[in-house]
């Protein structure tokens, strides 16, 4: 019972609408609710999902940051989820942003040659300079872990102070700021194409 689930793992106030398609669940919050609240409820119904056992991919409409309807928002992860599944292996729920991330790649890998040439050089840059290890961890730090050293060094056995390093020197590799919004758009298609290649 979907209702009785998302009662007990959000409470009433923080969902208007929840829809299940299938093994997908798209869930509607309320405005009202911080990033932080929506990421905590999320992850929360994810493990709560995960310990019965019900095998639900779980949508969050709320962080779409377009005007696509939940139903076009969906639609769309039905059509992407091989390619949302191969940038986000470890992702317990998906956002509209990772939606568009998918859709974005898979076109870029279809129809855009000149913007994958420039993403292919990037890849080879990095692996030229450093290693496939400096790859995998920019991966962890940006697809996996929310940009959160502290994760990502769980997550790859290492020490703090190396993730923030090998962060310094992708900077100089690629020649790029990663505190610019821009930069951090393009080097996250960078690394979700590496993975989808």
């Known amino acids: 019972d979907f209702s009785l689930l998302l009662e007990l793992t959000l409470g009433r106030e923080f969902v208007s609408r929840a829809k299940a398609t299938g093994k997908n ?5 309320e405005r009202g609710s911080t990033f932080k609240a929506q990421k905590h409820h999320m992850e929360s119904l ?27 928002l969906m639609e769309l992860y039905e059509q992407e989820q091989d390619t949302l599944h191969a940038i986000f292996p470890t992702k317990q729920y998906f956002e509209g942003h990772d939606i568009f991330l998918g859709v974005e790649c898979r ?7 000149n913007r994958l040439n420039r993403y292919r050089c990037g890849i080879e840059a990095i692996l030229h300079e450093a290693d496939q290890d400096m790859l995998e961890m920019l991966e962890a730090y940006f697809l996996d872990n929310n940009m959160s050293v502290g994760d990502t060094a769980s997550m790859m056995y290492l020490h703090r102070n ?9 900077e ?26």
Not at 46 to 72: Q, V, Y
């Open 25 to 29: 669940l798209l869930l509607v919050l």
């Open 107 to 113: 076109r870029i890998l279809k129809q855009d040659g």
């Open 46 to 72: 994810a493990e709560f999902c995960d310990r019965g056992k019900m095998p639900l991919t779980l949508i969050n409409s709320m962080c779409a940051g377009t005007d696509h309807t939940p139903r076009e």
């Open 172 to 197: 100089d590799i690629l020649c790029i700021d990663l505190s610019n919004a821009v930069s951090l758009r393009e080097i996250t298609i960078l690394l979700a194409i590496a993975r989808l290649m």
């Open 162 to 170: 190396t993730v923030k390093y090998r962060l310094q020197r992708v």
